[in-house]
């Protein structure tokens, strides 16, 4: 325990000089350097942060699952409403000969075009809203605990919702 008290000195001495830093006021920089480090468990997730903004960062989650859940609703009504519109389309296409396979995979890859195409403007638009959301934090928080990055789990994560939505849209468009 002696060691980590001696590198959390180490560590607390060297954020106070890094850039951002220099905005701090005299109290805080004071009060960040009295500051002492207690270790719990790395199983625990204790951490300050958590506790002062987890309340709050569950009921964002919340909204923007339930944001989501009303524009994969309204995507499925225009994806519905578009195959109606279609029907005389893809009856003449049947007549003409192309195969229900060939139908199929036509309205698949528009449909995942079109969710693939949302899941990037979702991106850029949270990539964004990051600059606003920071602009909430309390000024007395120190900026240098937040990494807000778009990294390859969350890339992953868009790129499989995006593409579930596609398949699930498409599919539904080409069974009607």
Known sequence: IGEVAVEGEQVIEMEVREQGFARASRETRD????????????????????R???????????????????????LANLQLARGTARRKEI?????????????????LVESMTLSVAGGLGGLLVARWSVAFLL????????????????DLRLLLFNLGVSSLVGILFGLATALQ
């Open 91 to 107: 009856a003449i296409r049947l007549a003409l000969g192309a195969g229900r396979g060939q139908i199929i995979r036509q309205l």
């Open 135 to 150: 602009r909430l934090v309390p000024t007395d928080v120190s900026r240098l605990t937040f990494t807000p990055e778009i």
């Open 31 to 50: 009060r960040f350097l009295a500051s002492n480090m207690t270790v719990f468990k790395g199983g625990t997730g204790q951490s300050y942060l958590r």
């Open 52 to 74: 002062q903004f987890g309340n709050a960062l569950r009921v964002l989650m919340a909204l923007v699952g339930f944001v989501l859940l009303i524009a994969c609703a309204n």
